[in-house]
């Protein structure tokens, strides 16, 4: 059974070489201004969960020094059951929005360059994409 999982949507992130996580989707259609005001007013809560309720990581990068590429991918523990409900919500937004979502689940995320209660960042083996 794996232990972490992740949606990501189809367009590819430019610094990590990956699937966009749905937050970055999500950000986009905002920017674009394609959400409408009650879905807009309804992300920026789910938003505030996530912000009160998440830690942002210490560290995206393989390396300390300052400027290292930002490479690593965010993936919820399965542990993390309310964190990946409400992710779930965002997944049907972005759906709803006829963008698709794809679901990966794993034991082996990639090389872990931070780990709390409810994530882990990893930066993918070398042979894998997310």
Excluded: C
């Amino acid at each position: 059974m794996a232990t972490f999982i992740r949606f990501a949507v189809t367009a590819r992130d430019a610094s990590s070489d990956q699937q966009q996580g749905v937050f970055t989707a999500l950000y986009a259609l905002e920017d674009a201004r394609a959400l409408l005001p009650h879905e807009e007013e309804w992300f920026q809560g789910i938003e505030r969960w996530f912000d009160e309720n998440l830690a942002r990581p210490s560290r995206l990068a393989w390396s300390s020094r300052p400027n290292a590429p930002e490479r690593a991918i965010m993936w919820l523990k399965l542990s993390a059951i309310e964190h990946v409900s409400r992710m779930r919500e965002l997944v049907a937004l972005l759906e709803h929005k006829d963008i698709a979502v794809e679901e990966f689940r794993t034991d082996k995320p990639g090389y872990i360059v931070y780990e709390d209660a409810h994530q882990v960042a990893a930066i993918p083996f070398t042979n894998e994409t997310f």
